[in-house]
């Protein structure tokens, strides 16, 4: 990391990767907390019936990653999955 600066009172000067990851990690923190907020809201207009409506499209595919994936999509798309995903984020 470059910490020298050309002026003495001058804030020291980050590396572009550095501030790159810094942006990420804000970026990444703030759509969660928007996420965590509009989460109860969407339980409340229906995303189970979505979610699970999804999870059936996802099992009639003919791979087995589908049917996986669609079973798994379905077990967290119940009401109390919803709940337990808006807890832990």
Do not use: C, D
């Given at each position: 990391?470059?910490?020298s600066?050309?002026?003495?009172?001058?804030?020291?000067?980050?590396?572009?990767?550095?501030?790159?990851?810094?942006?990420?990690?804000?970026?990444?923190?703030?759509?969660?907390?928007?996420?965590?907020?509009?989460?109860?809201?969407?339980?409340?207009?229906?995303?189970?019936a979505?979610?699970?409506?999804?999870?059936?499209?996802?099992?009639?595919?003919?791979?087995?990653?589908?049917?996986?994936?669609?079973?798994?999509?379905?077990?967290?798309?119940?009401?109390?999955?919803l709940?337990?995903?808006?807890?832990?984020?």
């Amino acid at each position: 990391m470059n910490v020298s600066s050309p002026h003495p009172s001058a804030p020291p000067r980050r590396e572009r990767g550095l501030v790159i990851i810094i942006a990420y990690k804000l970026i990444k923190g703030v759509l969660w907390l928007v996420f965590a907020a509009a989460l109860p809201l969407l339980i409340h207009f229906g995303l189970e019936a979505r979610v699970s409506g999804f999870a059936t499209h996802l099992q009639h595919h003919a791979g087995a990653w589908s049917v996986a994936l669609g079973k798994l999509v379905a077990r967290a798309a119940s009401k109390r999955g919803l709940v337990v995903i808006f807890v832990l984020s």
